[in-house]
């Protein structure tokens, strides 16, 4: 797939989808539905998944690399609404219609699923459904959680809690390189770049994290807890 190309999910993609080879959805999640079948697709860096506004015909799971989705508001702000990073997925709407945009963060590889298979399939399977049941609460959740951070934390308590996320959603190991960029970090948690660097930097004066190289970090995971706690 090119990366000049900006394909709708209802268009092209639709098209090509027969010429990939399938895949199951994966381990841990409806890997006993042999009916659910995914097509692998490539993405390569800051190139549109699909775009606010189109059909909504496709659910995507992250095998490799890191997505963003973001709404740009009615004075030209950007307002990042999450990151789906590997095993998440993305792109299932209450609507039949994208509410925002999609866009790979890095070059990512995701497995496409037709929305409507998955609908079936949840009407005719128990577990399906409690699945997607679980997966809508722990998005609900997860949004619950970035309005509190937004709207009661300082600068230091949100960059903090975003790095302790974005680990455990990595594996929990404490090392990790980040996916996103500082302007993400910043459209995402309401501040500046400038703020988020300055926060970054004072973190790292405190010893709550190590930077290696651009995008690699080493956290302290105990003292960022304990500010996050604070």
Not at 36 to 59: C, K, M, N
Not at 202 to 224: N, P, Y
Request: charged share 25%; hydrophobic share 40%.
């Amino acid at each position: 797939m090119s990366s000049e190309m900006t394909l709708p999910a209802s268009g092209d993609v639709a098209a090509r989808l027969p010429m990939q080879r399938p895949a199951r959805l994966g381990s841990g999640l409806f890997a006993d539905c042999p009916e659910l079948i995914g097509t692998p697709f490539s993405y390569t860096r800051e190139e549109e998944i699909y775009g606010e506004g189109e059909d909504a015909e496709f659910v995507y799971k992250v095998i490799v690399g890191a997505v963003r989705t973001h709404k740009v508001l009615g004075d030209g702000r950007r307002l990042i609404t999450g990151f789906h990073l590997p095993g998440g997925l993305f792109g299932f709407e209450q609507g039949e219609h994208h509410r925002d945009t999609a866009e790979a963060l890095s070059d990512t590889r995701v497995l496409i699923f037709r929305r409507r298979q998955i609908e079936r399939a949840a009407a005719q399977r128990a577990e399906v459904a409690c699945q997607l049941w679980g997966m809508a609460a722990n998005g609900l959740r997860h949004a619950q959680d970035h309005m509190l951070l937004l709207g009661r934390r300082s600068a230091l308590e949100r960059v903090a809690a975003f790095l302790l996320d974005v680990d455990a959603r990595l594996g929990g190991t404490g090392t990790f390189d980040l996916p996103m960029t500082r302007r993400d970090i910043a459209d995402y948690l309401g501040l500046t770049i400038e703020t988020v660097s300055r926060t970054v930097s004072q973190l790292e004066g405190e010893r709550a994290l190590q930077r290696s190289g651009t995008r690699t970090v080493a956290l302290q995971r105990a003292r960022l807890q304990r500010m996050v706690e604070d």
